[in-house]
């Protein structure tokens, strides 16, 4: 009858055994998974801000070339440098700090409509904007001029 019990015992802790190895091994799966997904958003974000500072790189670019106008140009690059994704939120700089005639040019003209919004407006209301647009962009040419070579030398600390 006791080695009954203790066969039974044995076979009990064994089970137990058993059953703790197969948990440890779900959870050794479990984090390994859960690294390979972490690892493969980081490269995908890291790709993505790779596409973005080669838009920005190519902007910049265009709008020396005079290829690019300023307005366009400040509303593109604002917006890309928005989406830019940094390693902590504390690293991402204030970039109207760091660009301050782009984000003015930017803030003076965002509220233009673009694309359809601008098909709303009367060929007048339209006019009026596009002289308001040319006279920011006459305002801040020079600034603007002079700050694009520091946008092209400029290294965030983004997420590689």
């Given amino acids: 009858m006791i080695w009954f019990a203790v066969a039974a015992a044995v076979l009990i802790v064994l089970g137990l055994a058993v059953y703790?190895?197969?948990?440890?091994?779900?959870?050794?799966?479990?984090?390994?998974q859960q690294a390979q997904k972490k690892i493969a958003a980081r490269e995908k974000l890291?790709?993505?801000?790779?596409?973005?500072?080669?838009?920005i790189d190519t902007i910049v670019r265009?709008?020396?070339?005079?290829?690019?106008?300023?307005?366009?140009?400040?509303?593109?690059?604002?917006?890309?440098?928005?989406?830019?994704?940094?390693?902590?939120?504390e690293e991402k700089p204030n970039a109207a700090e760091l660009f301050p005639?782009?984000?003015?040019l930017y803030d003076a003209i965002r509220h233009h409509?673009?694309?359809?919004?601008?098909?709303?407006?009367?060929?007048?209301?339209?006019?009026?904007?596009d002289m308001e647009?040319?006279?920011?962009e006459a305002e801040f040419e020079k600034a603007i001029t002079e700050e694009l070579?520091?946008?092209?030398a400029w290294q965030p600390a983004l997420v590689r």
């Avoid at 409509?113 to 904007?129: C, G, V, W």
């Avoid at 070579?149 to 092209?152: E, G, N, R, W, Y």
């Fill in 20 to 32: 703790a190895g197969k948990l440890l091994f779900m959870l050794k799966h479990q984090t390994q």
């Fill in 46 to 55: 890291v790709a993505r801000n790779e596409r973005l500072l080669s838009s």
């Fill in 62 to 89: 265009a709008t020396q070339q005079g290829q690019c106008e300023l307005s366009e140009a400040a509303i593109r690059l604002c917006v890309l440098m928005d989406h830019l994704a940094f390693e902590t939120h």
């Fill in 101 to 104: 005639s782009i984000h003015g």
């Fill in 113 to 129: 409509p673009t694309h359809d919004a601008r098909k709303q407006y009367s060929k007048k209301e339209i006019f009026k904007l």
């Fill in 133 to 136: 647009r040319t006279k920011f």
């Fill in 149 to 152: 070579p520091t946008i092209l």
